[in-house]
């Protein structure tokens, strides 16, 4: 299965804090995404790690890969009240275009 | 621009009836994809068109679902005999081009299907 499956489940934290998210994967991949979805935005791209790198920053998120492990983390830095959502890794494998969601972990930010 | 849109955003309809899902992608993006969410779930991949064909739909829960894209910009979802178990959120999806590697997808706000 390409399927990746986050963890925690859920995570709970106060508006500041930093929160991490790690990701498992048992497939090879193309490309590690890692999607947010909230009620106000709905399901949101927020970034891609291709299988050559291994740190990826964008704004107040920095995503790391381990192939060799099969893991990636997602670490949102200075948590805000409007991070709250799910997060969803995805691993796109061997295909261009059919992504796989697991579960996703759930961040509450407590303002 | 304007992004993915999904009507309706809600569809209430009792069991046995036939309902329609309708899909406006960003335009120009050739490539569309429909997802279904059950709660507490990730999305679910359905089909996957590539212009006016289906060109992956093996997603698909039964032959009670099909979809279609006859001009190759909007997409209907279409499902007959509706059960109970059909309930789910139904996404829609478009991106530029699928076969380029890392190809991002925009979702749009999703129908939210209930059937009685």
């Known amino acids: 299965s390409q399927q990746g499956e986050e963890d925690p489940q859920a995570l709970s934290i106060q508006e500041g804090e930093n929160a991490t998210m790690n990701c498992s994967y048992k497939?090879?991949?193309?490309?590690l995404q890692w999607y947010r979805q909230n009620s106000g935005r709905g399901l949101v791209h927020l970034i891609l790690?291709?299988?050559?790198?291994r740190e990826k920053h964008s704004g107040r998120l920095r995503v790391t890969l381990d192939t060799s492990k099969k893991s990636s983390s997602l670490l949102i830095t200075a948590s805000r009240a409007a991070d709250t959502a799910s997060y969803f890794c995805v691993n796109s494998g061997g295909s261009n275009y059919k992504l796989t969601f697991g579960k996703g972990t759930l961040l509450t930010v407590n303002p | 621009g304007a992004g993915v849109s999904q009507t309706p955003s809600n569809k209430v309809t009792e069991k046995g009836k036939y309902v329609e899902l309708r899909c406006d992608p960003i335009?120009?993006?050739?490539?569309l994809y429909w997802y279904r969410q059950s709660l507490g779930q990730g999305p679910e991949f359905l089909i996957y068109f590539q212009g006016t064909g289906a060109a992956d739909d093996s997603g698909l829960p039964n032959d009670r679902f099909f979809a279609v894209r006859p001009e190759g910009s909007v997409s209907t979802l279409k499902i007959q005999r509706t059960e109970r178990g059909d309930s789910a959120v139904y996404l829609c999806?478009?991106?530029?081009?699928?076969?380029?590697?890392?190809?991002?997808?925009?979702f749009g706000p999703g129908t939210r299907l209930t059937v009685l």
């Open positions: 335009s120009g993006h050739t490539a």
């Open positions: 790690i291709r299988s050559n790198e």
């Open positions: 497939t090879s991949i193309n490309n």
């Open positions: 999806a478009s991106s530029p081009n699928p076969t380029l590697l890392g190809d991002t997808q925009y």
